[in-house]
């Protein structure tokens, strides 16, 4: 199956600091990459969908001016959290495409686990 | 109504049982359908995918899945303690952009030894 990767895997921050996130597909090409965050005990919440040399579109309720996403290339999409705070705690991960259209299967990176002091 | 529904559980099933675990819905244009395995503090891997209703099996794991129903399974056999994890059914949402998955609250399930 297709390899995705995350890094860091967990990263501690002090209140009000950016933390930079990585999300890699090692042995394909990611057309679409999708960001999620997931509190203790509740399912995965869609962030964004990351296509690759076009911005990102965000779910309802998310900030796009504090999650800023960048997918510069096929095979790299990254996720900045600015200014974080102790609310944006969570489990970050990454899934991607190959963009075969409708349905295809996500794969998904290891995740980044956040806490902000 | 949520989109996809699960029992949250916890589904605790003797070891060498067969787990079932269910997964309905509400989006009749759904055409692709997924099972993810999730360990405490993992992220999701991949366990089945089904397209066409009937059945796929795969090993130990056989998913169902009926359209008309609006209803996707996964049944475990033989089920091991290493299978004890969140299992969420994820679904193609195409009236929200083809690629986007809906999932569920996922299904806690215990294989008891």
């Known amino acids: 199956g297709a390899v995705v990767s995350q890094h860091p895997s967990r990263v501690i921050c002090k209140s009000g600091t950016s933390v930079k996130i990585e999300c890699r597909s090692l042995?394909?090409?990611?057309?679409?990459m999708f960001w999620y965050r997931q509190f203790p005990k509740q399912s995965l919440m869609l962030m964004a969908t990351?296509?690759?040399?076009?911005?990102?579109?965000?779910e309802q309720g998310v900030e796009k001016d504090k999650f800023l996403i960048n997918h510069a290339s096929l095979t790299l999409s990254t996720l900045t959290v600015t200014s974080a705070h102790p609310e944006d705690s969570s489990f970050y991960i990454c899934?991607?495409?190959?963009?075969?259209?409708?349905?295809?299967?996500?794969?998904f990176g290891p995740g980044t686990r956040l806490l902000v002091l | 109504q949520k989109e996809v529904e699960q029992n949250s559980g916890p589904l605790s099933v003797p070891e060498g049982a067969i787990a079932s675990l269910n997964c309905t819905y509400s989006?009749?244009?759904?055409?692709?359908f997924f099972w993810y395995r999730q360990y405490s503090g993992k992220s999701p891997e991949l366990i089945m995918s089904?397209?066409?209703?009937g059945d796929k099996e795969d090993g130990r794991f056989t998913a169902q899945l009926n359209k008309a129903s609006q209803y996707v399974s996964l049944l475990i056999r033989d089920s091991q303690p290493s299978d004890s994890a969140t299992y969420l059914c994820?679904?193609?949402?195409?009236?929200?952009?083809?690629?986007?998955?809906?999932f569920g609250t996922g299904t806690r399930l215990t294989i008891i030894p």
């Open positions: 990351s296509n690759e040399g076009s911005k990102a579109t965000y």
């Open positions: 042995d394909f090409q990611a057309t679409t």
């Open positions: 994820a679904v193609n949402a195409p009236n929200f952009g083809n690629e986007k998955l809906t």
């Open positions: 989006d009749r244009g759904s055409q692709s």
């Open positions: 089904i397209y066409s209703n």
């Open positions: 899934s991607a495409t190959g963009g075969g259209g409708a349905g295809e299967t996500q794969y």
